[in-house]
């Protein structure tokens, strides 16, 4: 398992476009994925589960991949997060 603590600097945080890039390229993996924020804990693969955990700009969240391809994983999440979503 690998974890990282970010910060969502993407305006919008993570509303519906970014949200749905996010889980569509996490889903690419077969490792478990997860955001964890102050008050929630959401499957990484699921739009509706990252539009439900109302991720804003500013907030600071845990991500963490456990399974066989996690280290890839990690490496585009935080790609994706870090980018602010400008290279899709």
């Known amino acids: 398992m690998v974890s990282k603590r970010l910060i ?7 509303h519906m476009r970014p ?3 996010f889980a569509e390229e996490m889903g690419k993996f077969e490792c478990e994925i997860t955001i964890s924020t102050e008050n929630d ?3 990484a693969k699921s739009i509706l589960s990252i539009m439900t ?3 804003k700009c ?3 969240i845990n991500l ?5 391809d996690e280290e890839e994983a990690m490496e585009k999440a935080v790609s994706l997060i870090v980018s602010e979503f400008r290279d899709v």
């Open 53 to 55: 955990a109302c991720i």
């Open 19 to 21: 949200a749905a890039v």
């Open 41 to 43: 804990e959401v499957n």
């Open 58 to 60: 500013g907030t600071e």
């Open 8 to 14: 969502i600097r993407n305006p919008e945080g993570l």
């Open 64 to 68: 963490r991949c456990d399974g066989a």
